[in-house]
C-alpha cells in the first residue's frame, strides 16, 4: 500500500510543503514535511516486492538487520504521530517476519547479526508496537506486549550469564527495555533489572560523572578500559530509559535527576560551529567525514528518544525543544536533494543539502521532524503498577 508518489504521500497530508520550507509551528506543514520524508524512507525498502523470507523486513545492503528493525520503530512512530496508517500492513508483515521460532525476535537467517545490541531494536520496536496499540493481527502468535517481553526475558538471561563483551548499547538497550516492560506490565521485576544494569553501568564507567554515555569496555578485562569513544544513540537509549523510570515510579528524584543530567550531556552532540549552533551531530564522526553505515543513523534514535522523553518528563520539554526545533529546521533544509527536491543529506549543519544519502540520513530526518509532533500524540499505553 504505498502511495504512488511524493505528490500521492503529500494528498494525505494536506498540500505539499518541501521540506526545505518545514514552518515548525505550523501542524500541518510538519505533516506534510514528515510524510515526504516517511515515503522517502520507505523508498529504500524493496524487500516485500520480491516478498520472499530473505527479503521482507530488510533493507538493502549496506544496511543491517538491526538497523532494519530500528527503521519500523521510525515508521511506527510515523504512524503515531502523524495518524497516517498508509503503511500500517506494510510495518505489521516485516514485524510478523521476523518473530522467530520461539517469538522473541531471534531468527535464525540473521542469526550471526544478532548481538544483543543488534537484537535491541527490534526488541525496542515490537515493544512500540505494543505501547502503539498497533493492531495484533493474529490470534494464532502471542501478542506484541508477550513477544516483548518474551525478547527482553532472553536476552536478560544470556546476558547475565555471560557478559563476555560489553559495550553501553547492549547495556543501555537492555536497560530501556526493562524499563519501558515496567512500565508497560506493571511488574516490578523488570524496575528491578533496570535499577540493576543501571548500577552496573556507572560502576564500570559506561556512564562517566558528568552522565556521557561512552561507547563501551570489555569485560575479559575486567571492564578496566572503557573505549572513550561516545555516540548519540547510547546518551539517547539511557536517557529515554531513565525517564520512563521517573515517569513509572511517578517521579521519583533519583531517576528525575539523572534523567536531568543524562538530558544536559547530550548537549555535545550539539554545535557544532559558531555559524551553526543548536543542531545535532554525529560528534565521532561527522565532521570529519568518517560515518559508517550504522553511525548514520544514530542521530534518528536521539531524536527519537528526546522527543519521547518529554512525554515521560514533561519538564523537559523546553531544554529538548530548544535544540530539536534549531535540529528539525536544519534537517529540513538537508532534505532539499534529488529530482524533487525531497532527498536527505547527512549534515544539518551545513544548511543545504550535502549529496550523502541513505537509509540512516532519511530516517534521521523523519525521526527529528515527526517529533515536533509528540505534544499531541497520546503517550506509550501502561498498565497500572503492581498488575501482572
Ligand atoms: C519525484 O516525484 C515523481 C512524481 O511524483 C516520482 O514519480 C519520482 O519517483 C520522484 N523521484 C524521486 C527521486 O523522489
Ligand atoms: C507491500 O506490503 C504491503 C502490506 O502488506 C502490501 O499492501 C503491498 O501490496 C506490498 N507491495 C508489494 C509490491 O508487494
Ligand atoms: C508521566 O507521563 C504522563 C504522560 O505523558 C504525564 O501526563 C505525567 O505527568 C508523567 N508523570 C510524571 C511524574 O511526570
Ligand atoms: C519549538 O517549536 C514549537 C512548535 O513546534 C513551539 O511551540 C515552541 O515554543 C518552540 N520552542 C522553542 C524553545 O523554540
Ligand atoms: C559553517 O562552517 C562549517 C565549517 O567551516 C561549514 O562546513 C558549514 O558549511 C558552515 N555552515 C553554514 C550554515 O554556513
Ligand atoms: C514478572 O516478570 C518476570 C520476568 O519476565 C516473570 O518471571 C514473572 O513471572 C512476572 N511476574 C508476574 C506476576 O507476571
Redo the contacts with the bound molecule.
Keep these: 500500500m504505498f502511495v504512488k508518489?511524493?505528490?500521492?504521500a503529500a494528498v494525505l497530508a494536506g498540500s505539499f510543503v518541501a521540506p526545505r520550507d518545514l514552518n515548525i509551528n505550523d501542524v500541518s506543514s510538519i505533516r506534510s514535511v514528515a510524510s515526504t520524508l516517511a515515503y522517502?524512507t520507505m523508498?529504500y525498502y524493496t524487500g516485500n516486492v520480491t516478498n520472499t523470507p530473505e527479503t521482507l523486513a530488510v533493507f538493502p545492503a549496506p544496511v543491517y538487520w538491526w538497523e532494519s528493525g530500528a527503521c519500523w520503530g521510525s515508521m511506527l512512530d510515523y504512524q503515531h504521530y502523524t495518524g497516517d496508517t498508509s503503511y500500517k500492513d506494510v510495518i505489521t508483515q516485516a514485524l510478523l517476519s521476523q518473530v522467530g521460532p520461539n517469538f522473541d525476535y531471534m531468527v535464525p537467517r540473521h542469526q550471526g547479526d544478532e548481538g544483543n545490541d543488534d537484537q535491541a531494536f527490534w526488541s525496542f520496536t515490537v515493544l512500540e508496537a505494543a505501547e502503539r496499540n498497533l493492531p495484533q493481527p493474529d490470534d494464532s502468535i502471542p501478542s506484541w506486549l508477550t513477544m516483548g517481553r518474551t525478547s527482553g526475558t532472553r536476552w536478560w538471561l544470556v546476558g547475565t550469564q555471560q557478559p563476555v563483551v560489553a559495550n553501553s548499547v547492549s547495556n543501555g538497550g537492555l536497560f530501556q527495555l526493562s524499563a519501558r516492560l515496567a512500565r508497560a506490565t506493571g511488574n516490578q521485576t523488570y524496575q528491578d533489572w533496570a535499577a540493576k544494569i543501571w548500577d552496573w553501568s556507572e560502576s564500570v564507567g559506561f556512564i562517566d560523572k558528568d552522565f556521557n554515555v561512552l561507547d563501551g569496555a570489555d569485560s575479559r578485562d575486567d571492564c578496566q578500559k572503557v573505549n572513550p569513544v561516545s555516540f548519540s544513540y547510547s546518551q539517547g537509549i539511557y536517557l529515554y530509559g531513565a525517564a520512563v523510570l521517573y515517569n513509572h515510579t511517578l517521579g521519583d528524584a533519583t531517576w528525575g535527576d539523572r534523567t536531568n543530567k543524562l538530558l544536559k550531556a547530550t548537549a555535545s552532540y550539539f554545535g557544532p560551529f559558531d555559524n551553526a549552533t543548536g543542531v545535532m551531530f554525529e560528534h565521532a564522526c561527522e565532521t570529519v567525514g568518517r560515518c559508517n553505515t550504522d553511525m548514520l543513523s544514530f542521530k534518528a534514535y536521539l531524536s527519537r528518544f528526546m522527543w519521547a522523553t518529554t512525554q515521560m518528563m514533561p519538564s523537559t520539554l523546553s531544554q529538548v525543544q530548544a535544540v530539536l526545533n534549531t535540529s528539525a529546521a536544519a534537517a529540513g533544509r538537508a532534505c532539499s536533494g534529488?529530482?524533487?527536491g525531497?532527498?536527505c543529506g547527512e549534515r544539518w549543519y551545513v544548511d543545504g543539502f550535502d549529496g550523502n544519502t541513505g537509509l540512516g540520513q532519511q530516517m534521521s530526518a523523519l525521526e527529528v521532524i515527526q517529533g515536533l509532533l509528540v505534544q499531541e500524540a497520546t503517550p506509550p499505553s501502561r498498565r497500572a503498577r503492581s498488575s501482572m
Design positions: 508518489s511524493v505528490h500521492g522517502g523508498s534529488g529530482a524533487n525531497t532527498l
